[in-house]
């Protein structure tokens, strides 16, 4: 199932300059992504997953945000020394992204058809019927219903998940190897979720694309990934296959997060484990393991040296000190 | 600290020394004519002098005395109108917006009715009937200056209706009458006081232009309109007396538009689109 | 037995939808809630699940007396709600409160905390000045913050905090029933944990009931006693939590659990993915409502609706598979 690989970050850093100084928000982030294969990237808010999407698809808000550091390999080509012009040209041809929100992905003041023609016909221009016929086909493979009246329709016209799906066609309609896909289901109820989901799985499988899942709900994770990659204010604390990381979580934050949602098996009495204190505040961050302050694992260690990371397990690797002795 | 707008600071901090210290300032008398020193330039002109710096109008009446004293013209007319007319917007604005329902839609075909009226035509009428004067030309502007408060308020407040915190207010038993006050008025003031200052620069201008017409303060009293005016005939050979209160009509306004942009800028974000 | 704390009868809130500016014509109506029953006992929990469109939020707006019924009737310990007036409203705002999902929605940016947690005793004249600031201090502290807290202006918290603060001013005046609306789903995953921990002391410790409406079933089987599934206005399954899950008697209920996103990736779970869309509740499907998208379906469903019948002890479930 999973082939080459197709994207590598290397210690990828995305400061953002704001009048009250630089936010360190991406501080070394570093995995790789394969053909056919979905990754998750799992953080909370604030952890900077977001950013790194945006840092990949050179989409950062300017000018308070820029990639200071790093290399973002698509199929072996930095995509950090691209020129605006090649990145236009990369964008939805090599590399895709959708995002969380359906009602501001679409335009509402053009029809479906021509958000997709718009697309499609940078990418392969061609003449009128043709790039249709393109349309047609990336809303069949979406699975919209009755494409050839869908087109003509505007956005407000459908519900959430039909838009999802709309923008779904827009990001896989000119072929790319690498698909990011930020929390798009968040707005969306479970039925539709569970829709979207599947859909997203097929699509995957059948063009063997490379997924990037933006998440913080391990509960995709474990639907739809392949690996997960734990983010933490600013790096990655943990990554490995999902069920290594599912069955042993090596990093404190992530065995304190998976264990404080509450599970669909029989119904737990009492209280649900939790993580003390509050998620981190960019200006304020500690010296040292960033997660020290709420871990009950903590020592002068963990609080001066930012931990190294040990391998746990095949490709599972998570940075903490308290791993350094079993390593 | 950087972008605080320091120039149209200082020009309406000028504008309201002059206007509250007209008195002491002024060197000579307003209103005195003096025609044995009329049309005068101004001092870096030939034939102009120190004794009157931006020189004399054609009853020899000093320009920057009038200027200092039209000021305060200028600014008494602002306070009033806004006020009376903003007040007045402010409250309406709330209630039809809260209120919601017929008594929404009422009141604001009354505002549309409002601003459909030839504003000019209805102040000059009023100047007819009532007699000029300082206080119907506070009366004329107000009467079109609430309905522009009211409707920027009314969108402000459906906004804050939708908000978690007013239904939660009716949760707590808040009655309609405490909910606006306590609720939707102190999150409106923002709006309002960006209001404010984007139109001094309305009121000033209104309060020129009527008085231009001869339809405002009424002569002796130095208006900046009314000094423009006064010397329309005369912009070929003693083009400093329309020139002078002009140019300071023109640097007020835009000082007080640029100040408003920047504070609403530092208020709200969301109010960028007004 | 016992008068539950909450009672609702029959209850039907229809909306009408007009065509026209000038001249508006009633062509239809949205029927939003169309006829639900279901009581809440004193001290516990009432999950309402269910999708967007499902009616639970205007169920909510009703039972907070935001909104009134078209008919049917809410009674809090015996008496109709939107018959009070005077005292008795004054009493009923005091005895029923409310969370809502988004923090930062929920508090007055420009009232300091302690301000918004005694509005409830200020408006129902609970005590004097010195009595409410006590109150207000004792409730900051139920909810795990400082009563020095109570200075500060909302801005100064962060999310997880502002819901508690949120909580609190639902607590100063010792409610009976809290209404509470996705209270954990804006919040980031690890303060979750801590805000239903808190939930549920003070559950157990003040016996107030609450009525909570959530998507994810699994804070709804953690915290709920019964549970409710609504589809289109009306209630389709009402349980005790734990039979409801277990004991699965509608498709719909079905449908929502197997869209449950796992535990763990090895968690198999009977998949039933629905096809189509919600329909509108402007024009819901004929017999039962459900039928368009059930993959059950027979004859008779679109024919016969289908009545909230007792399949189980103590289970209710409106599906003709059940007969």
Known sequence: ?327 | MKNVPWLPMIIILTMLIAAVFAPVLAPHSPIDQNLADKLIPPFWEEGGSAKYLLGTDVFGRDILSRLLYGARVSMTVSVLVLSAGGGVGLAIGIVSGYVGGRVDALLMRIVDAALAFPAILFALLLAVTMGQGLRTIVIAISLLLWALFARVVRGEVLAIKQRDYVALARVHGCSTVRIMVTHVLPNVLNTFMVLLTLYVGVVIVAEASLSFLGAGIPPPTPSWGLMVSEGRGKIASAWWISLIPGIAITLVVLAFNVFGDWLRDRLDPKLRQL | MTEPLLRVESLHRHFPYTRGILFAKTIGHVKAVDGIDFSVATGETLGLVGESGCGKTTTSKLILRLDEPTSGRILLQGKSIHDMQGEALREYRSLVQAVFQDPWSSLNSRMSVGRIIAETLVVTKWGSRRDIDQRVAEVLVEVGMRPEQAQLFPHEFSGGQRQRIALASALASKPKLIVLDEPVSALDVSIRAQILNLLQDIQERDKVAFLLIAHNLATVRHMAHQTAVMYLGQIVDYAPTEELFSNVLHPYTKALLSAVLPDHPDSQTDELVLAGEVPSPLDPPSGCRFHTRCPYVMPKCSQEEPALREAAPGHFAACHLNT
Request: charge should be positive.
């Open chain 1, 1 to 327: 199932m999973s082939g080459d690989v197709v994207l590598e970050v290397r210690d990828l850093h995305t400061h953002f300059f704001l009048r009250r100084g630089v936010v360190k928000v991406v501080d070394g982030v570093s995995f790789s992504l394969r053909q056919g294969e979905v990754l998750g990237l799992v953080g909370e808010s604030g952890s900077g997953k977001s950013v790194t999407a945006l840092s990949l698809m050179r989409l950062l808000p300017q000018p308070a945000a820029r990639t200071v550091h790093g290399e973002v390999l698509l199929e072996g080509e930095n995509l950090l020394t691209k020129s605006t012009g090649e990145m236009r040209g990369i964008r939805g041809r090599k590399i895709s992204m959708i995002l969380q929100d359906p009602q501001t992905s679409l335009n509402p003041v053009f029809t479906i058809g021509d958000q997709l023609r718009e697309s499609i016909a940078k990418h392969y221009p061609g003449d009128d019927k043709t790039v249709m016929t393109r349309v047609i086909e990336a809303l069949r493979k979406v699975k919209l219903a009755a494409p050839e009246t869908r087109i003509h329709q505007y956005p407000h016209q459908m519900s959430g998940g039909m838009k999802q799906r709309v923008v779904g066609a827009i990001a896989i309609s000119c072929g790319p190897r690498v698909l990011i896909a930020d929390e798009p289901t968040t707005a969306l109820d479970v039925t539709i979720q569970l829709q979207y989901l599947k859909l997203l799985k097929e699509l995957q499988q059948s063009s063997d694309l490379a997924i990037l899942f933006i998440t913080h709900d391990f509960g995709i994770v474990a639907k739809m990934c392949d690996r997960v990659a734990v983010m933490y204010a600013g790096r990655i604390v943990e990554t490995g296959p999902v069920r290594q990381v599912f069955d042993n979580p090596r990093h404190p934050y992530t065995q304190a997060l998976i264990a404080s949602v509450p599970k669909m098996k029989k119904q737990q009495a009492g209280r649900l484990p939790t993580i003390e204190g509050q998620p981190p505040v960019f200006s304020d961050l500690p010296p040292g393991c960033r997660f020290a302050p709420r871990c009950p694992l903590a020592d002068e260690r963990c609080r001066t040296t930012y931990p190294s990371s040990f391998t746990v397990g095949a490709e599972h690797t998570a940075d903490c000190w308290r791993l350094e002795a079993a390593a």
